[in-house]
Nanobody, 113 residues
């Protein structure tokens, strides 16, 4: 059974930082590409970042230079370090295994003063 469990969301002031984690089970983690998506209220889910097995990463333009995706294969965990957060980053953030229909339950990130 595939499980993706996100954590690390919360309320943070503009300019602050958060680190999201996603622990995966039931997949071949080392060979899997992992991604982060987000969905703001009233908007469609959008791509944020992804990382492939060899460490190749891509980001949506709006987070480049502020967010960093990484992975720890020994812990079956993918991270999203988010710095200099802005109110427009407010959303539910989801972890996914790329090229699958496997998603986590999401973690809420709220950026507000």
């Amino acid at each position: 059974q595939v499980q993706l469990v996100e954590s690390g969301g919360g309320l943070v002031q503009p300019g602050g930082s958060l680190r999201l984690s996603c622990v995966a089970s039931g997949i071949d983690f080392n060979r899997s590409g992992l991604g982060w998506y987000r969905q703001a209220p009233g908007k469609q889910r959008e791509f944020v970042a992804q990382i492939f097995g060899r460490g190749t990463t891509t980001y949506v333009n709006s987070v480049k230079g502020r967010f960093t995706i990484s992975r720890d294969n020994a812990k079956n965990t993918v991270y999203l370090q988010m710095n200099n957060l802005k109110p427009e980053d407010t959303a539910v953030y989801y972890c996914t295994q790329i090229y699958s229909n496997h998603w986590g339950q999401g973690t809420q990130v709220t950026v507000s003063s």
